[in-house]
Every structure is written in C-alpha cells, then in structure tokens.
C-alpha cells in the first residue's frame, strides 16, 4: 500500500504538486471548489477528484481525510489553508499537514502549530536576497 | 471601551454605529476600497482601508493596545477565524466575538476554541423551531463552552413519562428538569413534580445526553 496524500485546491500549485507527488508514488486526491480547474491535471489523470470547498467536512471526509498520511492545504486562500491545516491536523490526527501561506507574517505567526507553513513569497524573498547578496560578493 | 469591528458590511456598520453612538472608542476595518470610501464617509477617521487578516492592518487598527474586545464580522468564515485566533493568540485580545456565515463551519469554530461565535442562521433556524416546532424537542439555547443546552419538550400521552415523578424518570446524570409549564403557570421542577400531558418542560443537560432525555421524556 501506497502512501495517501490529499491536496487541497488545484490551482497551479496543487495540479502540479498532484502530479509531482503522484509521480513519487503517492495516492493523490485531488479536493477542488471549482469544476474546471480540474482540467488542469489533464486529461490522463487517473486519480480519484473531489469537487467541493476543503473546509466542508463532508468533502475532508469523502477524500479520505481520517485515512491519510499526509494532507497539503494548497488553495490560493491563505485562511482557508490555515483553517483547513488545523481542521486536519486537530480534528483528523493527519501525520504530516503542510499548509500554502501567501503572507509571510500570517506564515510566522502560525509556524508551529503542528504542521508545516509553506510560503511561497518568503521563499521569494529569501531567494532574490540571496541573489542580491552573492551579486555583491562577486562585484566587490 | 475601545472596540475594532473587522468586516464592513451590514452587520459591522451597524455595531460601528451603535458603539459610535454610544461615545465607545471604534475602528473598523473593511477591505474592499469601495465600501470602505462609503463608509469613511459616515465614520471618517473611524475607517480603515484593509484586509483584516494581515497582522500590519490589525496593528494599524490598534490591536496591539490591545482593544477591549475585536468583533470579527466578515462574510468569510476563514477568515473571522484566523482574525479570531490571531487577536487572541499573538496580541492577548481577550474578549473576540466572531460571525458564522455558514452553520455548517461551526464546528471549525468550536474546535479551534473560537468562541462566543454569533450565527444568525442558526439563530433564526432555532426562533423557527420554537415558534413551529416540527419536533416534539426543542433547542432553546445552546452553552457551548459550558457543554450544556436548554431544551424544551412537550408533553404528548404517548410520552412514557406522563404520570411519573421527575425523581421516578430514569434521567441520566448530566441532565436536569428545570420547570414545567402546566396551563399557563411555570413552576421549578422539583424531585416531587409530576408530569401530565401538555406539560411544556424545560430542561437542562449535556448535548450528548440528548437521546437519553429524548428517550426517557418522549419514548424515542
């Protein structure tokens, strides 16, 4: 049996993330409000798709949430990937919980609550600093 | 008293005015441009162009005084969430009062520790339920943080409790009879008390001794 991890939200983070992770081997499911964003994950997507919001229980449930290894609240809402982290983390006991927080002072502030804060414009951040930094070194 | 009302529509306008009204120190703060111009015009100063869920506005609003009490009114769960626990949490709000739009995202509220929360669905589903019941056990009121609610049951002949005293019923522990509506007239339920048909009786318990209650008042 195969590790199961559910992704929340299928923009282009989630649907590359749901191939990425599918090519390692994972058991993705896709959980995504809106219909045609899943067309995002091409038509030879084989794995299973929940339509619906990822703070509604019932959706977390029919994804399989109680049974997952890992749970990645990845929609392009940083409050309802901070909701739905905790959700999963507290509610559903999901081992490993990763959460897509645009702000990095919503990412500070809720670093440490049992699961991991992703922030893509931090890593930006950091990334074109260190950019700037290295381009100093060189030209001094 | 000084109060942040975050979220700028129909309800937070209004408790804005009416704590405005009442000389008590508030800002609110609405994210949307448009609104918040209009807005601006009726409580000037008091207004604050911003998304409530980043730390830079709320500090802007003042949350680090900390305010008496932030109001967390938006049309969004999520966010009155996280406005609720980043109040609380990072900057010792004590007292945060959040919106449920959607009955259904209570219980992300009651498991985050998000409380009191105001959810006028449910509300107006409860003033429904008592005005016409279509059950014969009615939620009065619900104490979240206590774990209790105040039911109310009406008693039919076919209640297997019709003729028996309170202290004969079988009631598990963690409920209570707390009076009896009989011809007009409520009294407190006493060990002694009586239950005839038509009684209206309310009690008292904890929610998951519900179908316990149910069973011993109504027989199903």
Known sequence: MGMKVVIIGCGRVGAAL????ADDGW??????MKEENLSRLGPDWRHPLVLGHGMDEKVLEKAGVATADALIAATDGDNTNLVVAQVAVQRYKVPHVAARIQDPARADAYAGRGFEVVSPVKMAIDGLADFARRAKGDGG | MFAIVIGGGKVGANVTRSLAERDQEVVLVESKASRADTLESEFGHRVIHGDGTELYVLEQAGVTRPPDIVVAVTGDDEDNLVIAQLCRERYGVEKVIARVNDPRN??????????????PTQRIMALIEHEVPQHALVHLLELRKENLEIIEVEIDPKCPC?????????????AKLISVLRGGVAEIAMSSTVLEVGDQVLAILE??????VRKVLLGS
């Open chain 1, 27 to 32: 058991n993705v499911v896709v959980v995504e």
């Open chain 2, 106 to 119: 209570q219980a992300h509220f009651d498991l985050l520790g998000v409380t009191p929360t105001v959810c």
């Open chain 2, 207 to 212: 929610p998951e001794r519900e179908g316990e």
């Open chain 1, 18 to 21: 749901a191939h990425s992770l």
């Open chain 2, 162 to 174: 019709v003729g028996k005293p309170v202290n004969e019923l079988g009631l598990p522990t963690g």
